[in-house]
T-cell receptor, first 116, second 118 residues
């Protein structure tokens, strides 16, 4: 049972364009939503994260938008660059402070290719 | 440099053999995790451990076993009972102390081990 659904599975964007990845979740107890970036042959690394008390968080060219009522969140990559070509995973968990370990539930991943 | 070291990076196994993947961390993290990555399925949790000598099953524990005898080490054994073991395996860690409010809850991943069953 996939509790976090991610789309699209892959996308191709031109350099300078906007990449948009969407995720939807079912568990209303989730209250921590990170995005991880993974380059080929490497482990994922935290890119940006949001908690549901805010609707948007921006770090450089990366923005998370969060819609609590719709149980959806998305990653926008502005001015996409070839170096952004990677696989992106959304994830969700209950508050790690309360939970027994930070058990993240991951989406299926989106492979992003930015063409020069 | 602090980090997570996984070995071997590539491993080939014949059917019916058990193999053990190593994971060592020098981040002084309490919690450690094993994830399996398959194309299009994201990362799925196999086992996790919050403290030494204690571990819990994740979502896909069947055919796997772990131990946590030292804080720094969390090896994963892929047994012959695992029906489809070919995958990319990722080890991760995070601090878990309740008093550590400064932590972001970030998972720190190793570079992975790719297991292929011949």
């Amino acid at each position: 049972q996939q509790q976090v659904k991610q789309s699209p599975q892959s996308l191709i964007v031109q350099k300078g364009g906007i990449s948009i990845i969407n995720c939807a979740y079912e568990n209303t107890a989730f209250d921590y939503f990170p995005w991880y970036q993974q380059f080929p042959g490497k482990g994922p690394a935290l890119l940006i994260a949001i908690r549901p008390d805010v609707s948007e968080k921006k770090e450089g060219r990366f923005t998370i938008s969060f819609n609590k009522s719709a149980k959806q969140f998305s990653l926008h990559i502005m001015d996409s660059q070839p170096g952004d070509s990677a696989t992106y995973f959304c994830a969700a968990s209950t508050s790690w402070i309360k939970a027994a370990g930070n058990k993240l539930t991951f989406g299926g991943g989106t492979r992003v290719l930015v063409k020069p | 440099d602090g980090g997570i070291t996984q070995s071997p990076k590539y491993l080939f196994r014949k059917e019916g053999q058990n193999v053990t993947l190593s994971c060592e961390q020098n981040l002084n993290h309490d919690a450690m995790y094993w994830y399996r990555q398959d194309p299009g399925q994201g990362l799925r949790l196999i086992y996790y451990s919050q403290i030494v000598n204690d571990f819990q099953k994740g979502d896909i524990a069947e055919g796997y076993s772990v131990s946590r005898e030292k804080k720094e080490s969390f090896p994963l054994t892929v047994t012959s009972a695992q029906k489809n073991p070919t995958a990319f395996y990722l080890c991760a860690s995070t601090p878990r102390r309740l008093a550590d409010l400064s932590s972001t809850g970030e998972l720190f991943f190793g570079e992975g081990s790719r297991l292929t069953v011949l």
